[in-house]
Nanobody, 129 residues
Framework: QVQLVESGGGLVQAGGSLRLSCAAS????????IGWIREAPGKKREAVAC????????YYAESVKGRFTASRDNAMNMGYLQMNSLKQEDTAVYYC??????????????????????WGQGTQVTVSS
């Protein structure tokens, strides 16, 4: 059974850090782009980061650049999103998603549902003041 499971979300004070994990099972994600997408009430869906399969190149939304770091461990079939200097506006449900076919266009990570093959269930990140 193909599955992506995120973990590591929670409640943190502004300025704090969290590390999200994305565990893949039922398939190997070493050939996949891993994207991190967030959704918050009243806000547009945002692809905050992604990491390519071969080169491990990373791309970030301007809103998180310098604060978030995407990484991957293909041997463990895992993706990670290290989030530092968190702000209240980072509060959202964070999803990891994978795609064998999507590419990064103009340094913008894919964000639409159809651009990914698999999605996790999401993990809530809440940043308090």
């Amino acid at each position: 059974q193909v599955q992506l499971v995120e973990s590591g979300g929670g409640l943190v004070q502004a300025g704090g850090s969290l590390r999200l994990s994305c565990a893949a099972s039922g398939f190997s994600l070493d050939s996949d782009l891993i994207g991190w997408i967030r959704e918050a009430p009243g806000k547009k869906r945002e692809a905050v980061a992604c990491i390519t399969s071969r080169e491990g190149s990373t791309y970030y939304a301007e809103s998180v650049k310098g604060r978030f770091t995407a990484s991957r461990d293909n041997a463990m079939n895992m993706g990670y999103l290290q989030m530092n200097s968190l702000k209240q506006e980072d509060t959202a449900v964070y999803y990891c998603a994978t795609s064998r076919w999507s590419v990064v266009n103009g340094a913008a990570c894919p964000r639409e549902t159809h651009e990914y093959d698999y999605w996790g269930q999401g993990t809530q990140v809440t940043v308090s003041s």
